[in-house]
């Protein structure tokens, strides 16, 4: 009788078991565990496959690094990074990006609803704004700039999430993009045209098409039902009441933040009207209505 305890026996054993691996169909290095330990087998890859976060969000804390730090890691708000306003800027990850991080609310963008599940959330730890003097009893937002090397560390990371992702130039917005009814984040002077020189996001719209476009809407401006038809093209969830009413100027102003933000007051003028036809690739027609006059937008209170 052969002994099993023999060297060769055993070793043809081990060779035996290793072949009856192979014939099943592969490597063991395939055979691994989910995260609660339930065997599986890696060795099939779906080609129908690609990344669930579509859409990059960037925001502003309206805080300094304490207070941000707080808010997003013991409230019910989140992101998946924190960017912050030391010298040199530190990159905090908050949430992996595997997971939804809770940053951007009621939001919509292009018929896409609820962008926490399928985004990725950038805080930037800044003021947002000062406020002004009182005129009139009001007192105007003064929006604050964002230090360079704030700015010089973000656009890295912006570019590695977009590359890793494969995130659409046109899927990268701010906070009041998506949000609009109550938000406005990043702002006026957060470098939109920055990040278009670097083909991050879409390239800017051309300057001569932009002029031209004015001159003709400067002789009568389209009716609101054009400009929350173009503005709802342009992606925002905007209704289409056709009035002038304070939700397309919440939608219009953050439109100006991106694009003119030397004048974000929400008010429709020819200038905006020609960079939303710019931007549509000039395939909306232009129904013309004489436009009444349009109060000023009122900030929120602080």
């Not at 304490?66 to 019910?76: F, G």
């Not at 590359?163 to 990268?172: K, L, M, T, Y």
Request: aromatic share 6%.
């Amino acid at each position: 009788m052969t002994d099993p305890t023999h060297p060769l026996t055993r070793r043809q054993a081990l060779a035996g078991a290793a072949g009856l691996a192979l014939l099943a169909g592969g490597c063991s290095t395939t055979v691994t565990t989910t995260e609660g330990g339930v065997p599986i087998d890696t060795r099939y890859s779906a080609k129908g496959q690609d990344s669930r976060a579509m859409f990059l969000v960037l925001h502003y804390t309206v805080a300094d690094l304490r207070q941000s730090i707080h808010i997003l890691t013991q409230q019910e708000v989140s992101a998946h990074y924190l960017l912050t306003d030391e010298t040199p800027p530190r990159i905090y990850r908050l949430v992996p990006e595997h997971r939804r991080a809770w940053h951007s609310g009621l939001s919509g963008w292009k018929g896409h609803r609820l962008l926490n599940a399928s985004s990725i959330g950038i805080e930037i730890v800044h003021p947002g704004f000062k406020l002004g003097p009182a005129v009139n009893g009001v007192r105007e937002r003064i929006y604050l700039p964002f230090p360079p090397a704030q700015i010089d560390a973000l656009i890295p990371l912006v570019q590695d999430i977009v590359q890793r992702h494969q995130i659409r130039p046109d899927r990268i917005l701010g906070h009041g993009e998506v949000t609009p009814a109550y938000k406005e984040d990043p702002g006026p002077t957060f470098p939109w045209r920055r990040l278009s020189a670097l083909g991050i996001t879409p390239p800017w719209p051309d300057a001569a098409r932009v002029a031209a476009q004015q001159l003709l809407f400067e002789l009568q401006l389209p009716d609101p039902a054009w400009f929350q038809a173009a503005l709802a093209q342009h992606g925002y969830a905007v209704e289409r009441t056709g009035l002038w009413d304070e939700q397309t100027r919440r939608v219009l102003m953050n439109f100006q933040m991106r694009y003119r933000p030397a004048d974000h007051r929400g008010q429709p003028d020819a200038e905006t009207g020609a960079l939303l036809q710019v931007l549509s690739g000039g395939a909306l027609p232009a129904t013309m209505a004489p436009a009444p006059a349009v109060p000023p937008l009122l900030p929120p209170p602080p």
